[in-house]
T-cell receptor, first 114, second 112 residues
């Protein structure tokens, strides 16, 4: 199994450009998440989807939108990129529901906004 | 909401020594506490977890302890090896429908 797959792995954007980060999981998980990782700040939750058809804001949602396309896929969109969005982005998934189990992470997308 | 504090932010140990990382949480309803290891250029991976009905759990050289009364939990790594060098995150959760809340991470360096 591939687990959680993120694309692209690296991206450079100019300020004001838009892009979509893609995430797909093949574990039939119900819940999916987008985190950003910045030095000294740990993993901060941007948005999550507890189940197909639902999305909720996390700690740092401003400047982002998400789409839970189906049970497998959860995308993150930057409509107008800003230098403050330079970060490493991780997608994760869990079984969710009543099951508190392991979160599986993708390999990350390193985004630079210039 | 839940808040997880993690200390220290950096830790250097000699190979063969033990390493301890400590976390505190704020929500007494939290009942699942995983630890993740992140190697350079990779996503975090689960290394051990503990549930609130257990006080201690061991897996070879790593162990986690939980003190529900004090709302803190710790990761213990014994006989450290260079391959233990990584960033470690603690996390807490109280429901499968809510996201994990992570600490800010500890960068562990094991010096050969």
């Amino acid at each position: 199994n591939a687990g959680v797959t993120q694309t692209p792995k690296f991206q450079v954007l100019k300020t004001g450009q838009s892009m979509t980060l893609q995430c797909a999981q093949d574990m039939n998980h119900n819940s999916m998440y987008w985190y950003r990782q910045d030095p000294g700040m740990g993993l901060r939750l941007i948005y999550y989807s507890a189940s197909e058809g639902t999305t909720d804001k996390g700690e740092v949602p401003n400047g982002y939108n998400v789409s839970r396309l189906n049970k497998r896929e959860f995308s993150l969109r930057l409509e107008s990129a800003a230098p403050s969005q330079t970060s490493v982005y991780f997608c994760a998934s869990t079984q969710g529901g009543n099951s508190k189990t392991e979160a599986f992470f993708g390999q990350g997308t390193r985004l630079t906004v210039v | 909401g839940e808040n997880v504090e993690q200390h220290p932010s950096t830790l250097s140990v000699q190979e063969g020594d033990s390493a301890v990382i400590k976390c505190t949480y704020s929500d007494s309803a939290s009942n699942y506490f995983p630890w993740y290891k992140q190697e350079l250029g990779k996503g975090p991976q689960l290394i051990i977890d503990i549930r609130s009905n257990v006080g201690e759990k061991k897996d070879q050289r790593i162990a986690v302890t939980l003190n529900k009364t004090a709302k803190h939990f710790s990761l213990h790594i014994t006989e450290t090896q260079p391959e233990d060098s990584a960033v470690y995150f603690c996390a807490a959760i109280y429901s499968g429908n809510t996201p994990l809340v992570f600490g800010k991470g500890t960068r562990l360096s094991v010096i050969a």
